[in-house]
């Protein structure tokens, strides 16, 4: 089992940059498959981007987003720059057990997630 606490929300001009963190408590962080999910107010929660021994990204974040992990520090980390208004959400990271899923489904383990506001 692992327990997910998300930071580094905020709130941020649109085209200001952002770094949330997921740091991860639990046995065997490195063997579990990593993900960002997001929701905006009433709308579905979304894929943001995965990482495995690689990286998946949705297409409305590709070339602005990046995903990596430190498994020495049992902490995921989602690189958010070029920020737009749209991507204003609770950004919520995820563990798993299939590696690069776009899938909520896949995810056993959420954080409590983090606000991103993005202003225009």
């Known amino acids: 089992q692992v327990q997910l606490v998300e930071s580094g929300g905020g709130l941020v001009q649109a085209g200001g940059s952002l770094r949330l963190s997921c740091a991860a408590s639990?046995?065997?962080?490195?063997?579990?498959?990593l993900g960002w999910f997001r929701q905006a107010p009433g709308k579905e929660r979304e894929f943001v981007a995965a990482?495995?021994?690689?990286?998946y990204y949705a297409s409305s974040v590709k070339g602005r987003f990046s995903i990596s992990r430190d498994n020495a520090k049992n902490t995921m980390y989602l690189q958010m720059n070029s920020l737009k208004p749209e991507d204003t959400a609770v950004y919520y990271c995820?563990?798993?057990?299939?590696?690069?899923?776009?899938?909520?489904?896949?995810?056993?383990?959420w954080g409590q997630g983090t606000q991103v506001t993005v202003s225009s």
């Open positions: 990482i495995s021994s690689s990286t």
């Open positions: 995820a563990a798993g057990s299939t590696y690069g899923s776009t899938w909520k489904r896949d995810y056993n383990y």
């Open positions: 639990g046995r065997a962080f490195s063997s579990y498959a």
